[in-house]
């Protein structure tokens, strides 16, 4: 097939490089998901300070 072979290319070229790459690429999406959630949850405490004044 030519899509395991050109896989098996990518792996033995970049096989090193992959683990690294991998884990940095996890931790900035999981990075990016906190900060919307954090952001979110200032502007929802911000529209509750506003309601109350």
């Excluded at 990518?10 to 884990?23: H, K, N, Y």
């Amino acid at each position: 097939m030519a899509v395991t072979s050109g896989l098996d290319l990518l792996v033995r070229t970049f096989g090193p490089f992959l683990i690294p790459a991998t884990v940095f690429a996890l931790g900035a999406v999981g990075y990016l998901f906190l900060w919307l959630l954090t952001r979110n949850r200032r502007q929802t405490y911000r529209a509750e300070d506003e309601k109350r004044w």
